[in-house]
T-cell receptor, first 114, second 111 residues
Framework: AQSVTQLDSHVSVSEGTPVLLRCNYS??????LFWYVQHPNKGLQLLLK??????LVKGINGFEAEFKKSETSFHLTKPSAHMSDAAEYFC????????????FGTGTRLQVTL | GEEVAQTPKHLVRGEGQKAKLYCAPI?????VFWYQQVLKNEFKFLIS????????ETGMPKERFSAKCLPNSPCSLEIQATKLEDSAVYFC?????????FGAGTRLSVL
């Protein structure tokens, strides 16, 4: 069985300050891990993925995530938040490989203030 | 196409009516997935296809829900006799690797 826990339902940061969105996972097998972003009334866009290569993964729009097996974590970070980053972020896990269904966390709403 | 196309964007049905949702995957992608997003943040996997064959249907409700992916046609998800609890956003995704690309979703409102 696999599961994902996003530790914060809501995170608020000021524009220009760092972003940290936390995610812990549970998986019986070597997982594939993803972060997706959902802007209001839009579909899901892939930010980045981890599939057992480098533990520090770089994604789009300046986002990064670090896979820490010992902590079963895959936290998402960005050095400097922008207003356009305000959205819902989902940490997602699947078994490695094509065609595996995705298991979603419950999401973290990122609010960016001036 | 270059993106997953879902139609309609919004569907309103009275309780007990049928609802049919469509999904055109990205050209060349062999796998199609359906997910249900309820209460804004809870995603539930429903079913997946490899081409026209059901690959995994472990999340599909046994009653009232059915899905198809036929050659040269959009995939479809059909709900017979909709219930209030079926109100949700239904997302389709397609893939040819471990990355799934999502459509914009169909919002189903059951009144």
């Amino acid at each position: 069985a696999q599961s994902v826990t996003q530790l914060d339902s809501h995170v608020s940061v000021s524009e220009g300050t760092p972003v940290l969105l936390r995610c812990n996972y549970s998986s019986s097998y070597s997982p594939s891990l993803f972060w997706y972003v959902q802007h209001p009334n839009k579909g899901l866009q892939l930010l980045l993925k981890y599939t057992s290569a480098a533990t520090l993964v770089k994604g789009i729009n300046g986002f990064e995530a670090e896979f820490k097996k010992s902590e079963t974590s895959f936290h998402l970070t960005k050095p400097s938040a922008h207003m356009s980053d305000a959205a819902e972020y989902f940490c997602v896990v699947s078994f490695t490989g094509t065609a595996s269904k995705l298991t979603f966390g419950t999401g973290t709403r990122l609010q960016v203030t001036l | 196409g270059e993106e997953v196309a879902q139609t309609p964007k919004h569907l309103v049905r009275g309780e007990g009516q049928k609802a049919k949702l469509y999904c055109a995957p990205i050209k060349g992608h062999s796998y199609v997935f359906w997910y249900q997003q309820v209460l804004k943040n809870e995603f539930k996997f429903l079913i997946s296809f490899q081409n026209e064959n059901v690959f995994d249907e472990t999340g599909m409700p046994k009653e009232r829900f059915s899905a198809k992916c036929l050659p040269n046609s959009p995939c479809s998800l059909e709900i017979q006799a909709t219930k209030l609890e079926d109100s949700a956003v239904y997302f389709c995704a397609s893939s040819q690797s471990d990355i799934q690309y999502f459509g914009a979703g169909t919002r189903l409102s059951v009144l």
